[in-house]
């Protein structure tokens, strides 16, 4: 452009000179000097600037015929692709790399969805921004007539993103939460499912084998059927028995098997402050002084020896 403003300011540049710019004649904005060879002269901007538009306009033109194309190529590929589940010989299970890819893998499987969504969420809180993201795909699955089933942990109950995620929601949805649950799963129709195959979560395993599938939708339904409604409307609530909830009854039993309070914080997916206030209010209710004596405490009371079934209290 230095170049090209000389030329149009001087009325001229000399060939040498221009040779570090090829473009400028390359895209017509220099032209011979008919008179002198060594010397380029300047293609006024109003006659330049409409030609290299054009060009822009066909190259455009060019690609979206490529484009066109391509699709064309590739709708075979994506109908053959789209019915690998039911050739023998594709792949059951598949690794998937990348945020990205395991996003939009899910994504397409919601959307071939026509039954339902099976979900396990471990740990407490979940960001806004993620539930946010994920709530258009899901209504559009309940709109479709589509169910969703979800099981979180306790902790999740005291989570405004998460309640009000599921208050937006409108269909037949329902949530359950445990103390424990598995390590996160996404299961569609009962023919696919996803779940993490590092820690970090950077990488997946997309599952269509019948008897994996098979496994872990008995899996989601025997820890489904132990867990706690988490919203009134489906059964939710709060019961005690002998003043100890279901929370303080399940870190009993991790403190008689001589975790620390870490561990059974990250076992329940709480912070450690609130497994100590837990351990807290569970020591008053015993009428314990010391840790030694509350484990001693807890043995008497009998406590571990209740039907799991006849205490469904949350925090």
């Not at 002198?36 to 054009?54: E, G, I, S």
């Not at 194309?69 to 075979?76: K, V």
């Not at 009854?249 to 837990?278: K, P, Q, S």
Request: charged share 25%.
């Amino acid at each position: 452009m230095r170049l090209y403003t000389r030329a149009l300011r001087e009325g001229r540049v000399s060939r040498a000179d221009a040779e570090p710019a090829p473009c400028l004649e390359a895209h017509a904005l220099l032209r011979p000097d008919l008179e002198d060879q060594q010397w380029l002269r300047p293609v006024p901007p109003a006659v330049a600037l409409p030609k290299l538009l054009r060009t822009v306009e066909e190259d455009i033109a060019l690609r979206r015929t490529q484009e066109a194309r391509l699709a064309e190529s590739f709708a075979p590929l994506m109908a053959l692709d789209a019915e690998r589940a039911a050739i023998p010989d594709a792949p059951m299970i598949s690794i998937l790399l990348g945020f990205q890819r395991i996003n939009d893998a899910i994504g397409e499987a919601i959307t071939a969805s026509s039954e339902e969504l099976l979900t396990i969420q471990p740990g407490g809180h979940r960001p806004a921004p993620l539930l946010a993201s994920a709530l258009p795909r899901e209504q559009e699955l309940l709109t479709r007539g589509c169910r969703m089933r979800t099981l979180y942990q306790h902790t999740s109950r005291h989570s405004p993103a998460v309640l009000g995620h599921y208050e937006q929601l409108d269909g037949d949805v329902q949530v359950r939460t445990l103390d424990e649950v598995t390590e996160r799963l996404i299961m569609l129709d009962r023919t696919v499912a996803f779940i993490p195959a590092n820690q970090d979560r950077t990488v997946a395993l997309e599952i269509r084998h019948p008897a994996l599938i098979t496994y872990l939708a008995t899996t989601f339904e025997r820890l489904w059927r132990l867990a706690t409604p988490m919203f009134p409307q489906d059964g939710g609530a709060e019961p005690t028995t002998g003043g100890i909830t279901t929370r303080q009854r399940t870190i009993a039993t991790l403190l008689i098997e001589g975790h620390t309070d870490a561990v059974i914080a990250e076992r329940l997916g709480m912070n450690i402050r609130t497994v100590r206030v837990h351990i807290a209010k569970l020591a008053a209710t015993l009428g314990s002084d010391s840790r030694a004596q509350l484990g001693y405490l807890i043995g008497q009371s009998g406590l571990l020896t209740q039907d799991p079934a006849a205490v469904m209290g949350t925090e």
